[in-house]
């Protein structure tokens, strides 16, 4: 039987998972998803719990006192764990709000939120994966700037238009899936992305000059 680590795609949780079976289940929010869909870790990702997988207990939604909300923003996490569920009750995560926050690595948002403000997730170097709702029409500027371990990112089918400086300096952003409803892409946007060698970009979207590094690819489809 071939296991290994992987996230859980729902909701972020470090599970072990058996390679040779193309559906899963995910013990810890005990949701059914393709392996296709998680991301493969080998070796184990650092940390790791003892277990390779959280308990129901330690993987929930983040604490009120780690969050400061106020009419349904979240104006700052002042948390310190690595692996994150926003609760229902926040509808826009505010600017800066994660800025530097540095042990985040997973971060889970609810269908509740429709905003991500500017800067909101900067300068965050250790994250890994977000989970973002389509529910999300708008990502302000620079919202995962310096995001240094992110390697793929899937763009909610809300967006429209990706702002300036959105991805800037996330130098590990390997792939970007961005969604049929896309219509513009803004100047330096992906500015930095250097490991960012080829994008599929919906046709008839407009993509600003500097949008993406020189060496990138862009094909229109």
């Known amino acids: 039987m071939a296991m290994n680590h992987a996230f859980c795609p729902l909701c972020g949780a470090v599970i072990t998972v058996n390679l040779s079976q193309e ?21 184990a990702p650092t940390p790791a719990p003892p277990t390779a997988a959280f308990s129901k207990q330690e993987f929930s939604a983040a604490p009120l006192s780690d969050l400061e ?4 923003v979240l104006r700052r ?9 926003l609760p229902n009750c926040i509808k826009e995560i505010g600017s800066n709000a ?21 800067q909101a997730f900067s300068e965050c170097r250790q994250l890994i994966k977000l989970r973002i709702p389509d529910t999300v029409t708008l990502i302000g ?7 240094k371990s ?4 899937t763009i909610p089918n809300g ?8 991805f800037w300096g996330c130098t590990a952003l390997k792939s970007v899936h961005f969604p049929p409803a896309l219509r513009r892409i803004e100047t330096n946007a992906f500015r930095g992305c250097t490991a960012l060698l080829s994008v599929e970009v919906p046709a008839g979207t407009s993509i600003a000059n500097g949008a993406f590094p020189e060496q990138t690819i862009i094909n229109q489809i």
């Open 23 to 43: 559906a899963l289940l995910c013990p810890v929010c005990g949701r059914p998803f393709l392996k296709a869909q998680a991301i493969i870790a080998n070796p």
């Open 159 to 166: 967006i429209q238009t990706v702002a300036g400086d959105t």
């Open 77 to 85: 996490y002042k948390g310190k764990n690595s692996y994150v569920i």
């Open 141 to 147: 500027n620079g919202a995962f700037s310096g995001c």
């Open 98 to 118: 994660f800025l530097t926050a540095r042990n985040l690595r997973i971060a889970v948002l609810p269908d509740s939120v429709t905003k991500i403000g500017a």
């Open 69 to 72: 909300i106020e009419y349904g």
């Open 150 to 153: 992110l390697t793929e990112f």
